[in-house]
């Protein structure tokens, strides 16, 4: 089984709350990691997201307590495009 994991960071601008959080978190830079696995026998290459993983607090955040939570990607899109949508009506 072939396993491949993408490290990226995604940015809130404002604070936001996800179901598998215990607290709203402040806006700022989280770093995100995704693993999926590949779909064998198929005529081309395709994975399958297998997990969706937000790191806990803000990348800008020194702190002694550091956490891991498996989050829903559809709901993170969302919350993703919710803070967008607020961030752009508060520039007009």
Do not use: C, K, W
């Amino acid at each position: 089984m072939t396993i491949r994991t993408t490290d990226t960071e995604i940015t809130f601008r404002r604070p936001f709350m996800l179901s598998a959080l215990e607290a709203r978190q402040p806006a700022g830079t989280y770093r995100l990691v995704v693993d999926e696995e590949e779909i064998f026998g198929l005529s081309f290459l395709a994975y399958r997201r297998t997990a969706t993983m937000l790191h806990i607090p803000a990348v800008s955040v020194q702190t002694g307590r550091h956490q891991v939570v498996e989050v829903d990607p559809e709901e993170l899109g969302a919350a993703l495009d919710a803070d967008a949508r607020a961030s752009r009506s508060n520039e007009d």
